[in-house]
Nanobody, 126 residues
Framework: QVQLVESGGGLVQAGGSLRLSCAAS????????MGWFRQAPGKEREFVAA????????IYAGSVKERFTISRDVAKDTVYLQMNSLKPEDTAVYYC???????????????????WGQGTQVTVSS
C-alpha cells in the first residue's frame, strides 16, 4: 500500500504563490504517473496537472497552464505543485495521486489513479 502525505496548503491573497508537496512512502516508489486534482465545495474533483514518472512529460488543465508547475524529486519520492498568480477561483482542496499503470491519454481521468493523498486546503482571497 502506497501512502501519500501532502502538505503546503494555506491562505494566500490573489496574485500570491504556494508550493504544495506530496511525499510518497516506499524506498523505490516508481508509479507510471503522478497527478494533482482539486475539489471545491459542491463540485466534482477536477484534473489540475500530471506527469509521467519515467520521462517527466507533463500535462496541465487549461485553467492553470502557465501559472502552475508540476515537478518531482525522484530521490525523495516527492511530487510538487508550484502555484503562482493565484486566483480566488483556485480555492479548493488539492489532492495528489499516483497510478501504477495507464496510458498517456487517460492521465486526466481521476478514475485511473490508484493512490490518493489526504488533501490540503488552498484558499485564495480576493
Amino acid at each position: 500500500q502506497v501512502q501519500l502525505v501532502e502538505s503546503g496548503g494555506g491562505l494566500v491573497q490573489a496574485g500570491g504563490s504556494l508550493r504544495l508537496s506530496c511525499a510518497a512512502s516506499g524506498h523505490t516508489f516508481s508509479p507510471y504517473a503522478m497527478g494533482w486534482f482539486r475539489q471545491a465545495p459542491g463540485k466534482e474533483r477536477e484534473f489540475v496537472a500530471a506527469f509521467r514518472w519515467n520521462d517527466g512529460r507533463t500535462i496541465y488543465a487549461g485553467s492553470v497552464k502557465e501559472r502552475f508547475t508540476i515537478s518531482r524529486d525522484v530521490a525523495k519520492d516527492t511530487v510538487y505543485l508550484q502555484m503562482n498568480s493565484l486566483k480566488p477561483e483556485d480555492t479548493a482542496v488539492y489532492y495528489c495521486a499516483a497510478e501504477r499503470q495507464t496510458s498517456w491519454s487517460r492521465l486526466t481521468n481521476r478514475e485511473e489513479y490508484d493512490y490518493w493523498g489526504q488533501g490540503t486546503q488552498v484558499t485564495v482571497s480576493s
